[in-house]
């Protein structure tokens, strides 16, 4: 059975940074397609970096040029910069290819 974490979320003025982390147990992070979504009120939920089992990376172009992602066998990572108002949303880990997903964490961006 697949068990996802996330961790990092928190206030952060527009400008800031903050790294998300997904702990995954069940499955091997490193190997396995991953994703990052987030929510937003009253809007859906939307994707915003994944990458495959083989390693290629895809961004939302809304956060290309400021988010990245990374992996290691058990944690999948979110590093958020240049944050905007507008990152104010749920974040949620998607892992592996079925419905695995986390309780979310919220990431408020505000001066």
């Known amino acids: 059975q697949v068990q996802v974490v996330e961790s990092g979320g928190g206030l952060a003025q527009p400008g800031g940074s903050l790294r998300l982390s997904c702990a995954a147990s069940?499955?091997?992070?490193?190997?396995?397609?991953m994703a990052w979504y987030r929510q937003a009120p009253g809007r859906q939920r939307e994707l915003v970096a994944s990458?495959?089992?083989?390693?290629s990376i895809t961004y939302a172009d809304s956060v290309k040029g400021r988010f990245t992602i990374s992996r290691d066998m058990r944690t999948f990572y979110l590093h958020m910069s240049s944050l905007k108002e507008e990152d104010t949303a749920v974040y949620y880990c998607?892992?592996?290819?079925?419905?695995?997903w986390g309780q979310g964490t919220q990431v408020t961006v505000s001066s």
């Open positions: 998607k892992a592996g290819l079925g419905a695995n």
């Open positions: 069940g499955i091997l992070v490193s190997f396995s397609a």
């Open positions: 990458i495959t089992s083989g390693g």
